[in-house]
């Protein structure tokens, strides 16, 4: 009697943390089992940029993003900070100008600059079949490129040909940066959480191309002489072209008279394939979501106009 008490005793005792043996049974973990290996911070650091750029890519376009690099970071930063490096030594060694006269000359570089508004105007009141952007990415590449050859490989040109040649040269930078910036503009509306990021991408490839520009400005005008590297300037605005060809862009289909006299006649006998909606959108430019407002609105005023009628 006394050892089945003892035994049922000892299987009623609650256990200690000693009994326990290294087996299955065991509540600690399992020394076999490895926790998953954390990522290297260094590696997520260098990773994390490039990430950035691919959700960029994945909420905008590829071509979008290649754009703004293009545009900001090898057209604006790299392209003009060599030009004001090699036209310097430009007037200086080639056409021999005193630096008074040179001074005036940099002055009248900034005219496209000035002209920027009218530079937006066009793009976005006169489409060229169908596309506001391409076109103008083509017409500032072409022009960019052009004089760019015909400053470096003209020899010795006349000093009001050679102005002239240097300001298509900033035109071409100018016309590209409206353009690029009227697609930021667009994005930034229909994707407002991403606005600060596509201005955080402009100005960081502005600033790296613009050192680039200015550390290599000096060597390639050693090397290149004066003139010859004004040839290195014909480079990005022919990058510009492809650009044109390349960049994403909905075209947008001209309506003709007859449908625009439909679309904004309200005469009843006039055959028309927009829905009431529609005109009452076209007509007033109220939003989608603020439409049911107005048909409210527009019904109370006919209720007090039938009111005061009578």
Same mark, same amino acid.
């Given at each position: 009697m006394c050892s089945s008490e003892e035994t049922q005793d000892?299987?009623?005792k609650p256990l200690t943390s000693g009994d326990y043996s290294s087996s299955d049974q065991s509540p600690t973990t399992n020394p076999d089992h490895k926790n998953p290996s954390k990522p290297?911070?260094?590696?997520?650091?260098?990773l994390e940029p490039f990430q950035w750029l691919q959700m960029l890519s994945n909420q905008l376009s590829p071509s979008?993003?290649?754009?703004?690099?293009?545009v900001y970071g090898v057209s604006q930063g790299f392209s003009g900070s060599f030009f004001r490096v090699a036209t310097d030594y430009y007037w200086k060694d080639v056409q021999k100008v005193q630096p008074s006269s040179v001074q005036l000359y940099i002055g009248l570089y900034y005219i496209p600059w000035i002209m920027k508004p009218i530079w937006g105007l066009l793009t976005d009141v006169f489409p060229v079949r169908g596309y506001q952007r391409r076109p103008y990415f083509v017409?500032?590449?072409?022009?960019?490129?052009? !004089?760019? *050859?015909? &400053?470096?490989?003209? %020899?010795?040109?006349?000093?009001a040909v050679a102005l002239v040649c240097l300001i298509g040269i900033t035109g071409g930078v100018a016309i590209a940066d409206v353009t690029i910036d009227a697609c930021i503009a667009r994005n930034s509306i229909e994707i407002k959480s991403l606005a600060p990021d596509m201005q955080s991408l402009c100005g960081f490839c502005s600033s790296v191309g613009a050192l680039v520009?200015?550390?290599? !400005?000096? *060597?390639? &005008?050693?090397?290149? %002489?004066?003139?010859g590297a004004l040839v290195l300037l014909a480079i990005p605005p022919a990058a510009v072209i492809g650009l044109g060809f390349v960049i994403h862009e909905n075209r947008t289909i001209d309506v003709p008279a007859s449908d625009k006299k439909n679309k904004y006649s309200w005469n009843k006998n006039v055959p028309s394939t927009l829905s009431y909606d529609e005109k009452v959108r076209d007509w007033v430019g109220v939003a989608d979501e603020g439409l049911e407002r107005f048909h409210l609105m527009m019904a109370g005023d006919g209720v007090s106009g039938g009111g005061n009628g009578k």
């Open positions: 000892s299987d009623t290297n911070p260094l590696i997520s650091l260098i979008f993003v290649v754009g703004v690099v293009l017409l500032a590449g072409v022009l960019g490129t052009v !004089s760019a *050859l015909v &400053v470096a490989l003209g %020899g010795k040109l006349e000093v520009g200015y550390s290599t !400005s000096g *060597l390639f &005008v050693h090397h290149l %002489g004066a003139q």
